[in-house]
């Protein structure tokens, strides 16, 4: 197929190979394994190619929008929000090009935001509304400085923790005790920063292990903070 050949309709079939109803699916990959998304209106029709010429879809090299090689998997479905698969090991960077791409930045912030619940103090919006006010769009559906930077920002989101009873039980009464809604130890750190448990934790994956706990913000959004003049704490 020539480069130039028009895009067959989302929802058609190319060689044995259906295009689907969305244009980023999710792929699986990166050294860290983790979900990304991967530009369907690239990758499909190589795939149909690979068909027509007596391959496999799986003969295709696939790479996700952040450029990280992944295996699409198909019947996960699309790389949206509400999807159980991205509930955890999200790719922050594959996330802010698909935003920008379909326009649902606002969804992207407020996913991000949402990580601190009540313990929000305005300060991550800002920085990822002076980002887009400064920062240029680059390439369609590709990574930039623009989506990398939101990245960044976003890796380093404040993010509520509770006590470990907490973390382990239905609810914090439970625990603390009855009428009691909020964990008494419940912390606003930094989700990148803190260390938190691997897969070797099985179902305590992602908890922190209480060795190194960071404190929200931490330095990265500190200095993002300073350089667009946010104040942070009553400083700038």
Known sequence: MSVLE????RGSTRGGVHVGAYRFGIGAGGSDWRWHAVDLEIVGPRMADAVAGGGQRGDVEVFSVCGT?????????QFTYGS?????RRCERCGWVVALN????????????????DGDTGLLRQVFTSVLADVAPGR?????????????AALHRPT????????????????HGHGVTV???AQLVCGECTFTAG???GEREGLSTGECVVPAPCSVLVALARHYEIPVGGRR
């Open 183 to 185: 964990c008494p130890q």
């Open 84 to 88: 159980r698969w991205l509930s955890q």
């Open 199 to 201: 897969r070797w934790a």
């Open 102 to 117: 379909r326009g649902t930045v606002e969804a992207e912030i407020e996913l991000h935001v949402g990580a601190a619940g």
């Open 6 to 9: 028009p895009l067959r309709p």
């Open 69 to 77: 090689r992944a295996e699409l998997v198909r019947r996960l479905g």
């Open 160 to 175: 509520a923790i509770v006590c470990e009873r907490c973390s382990e039980r239905s609810s914090v009464a439970e625990v």
């Open 140 to 152: 369609d559906a590709e990574s930039g400085h623009r989506s990398d930077l939101l990245a960044h």
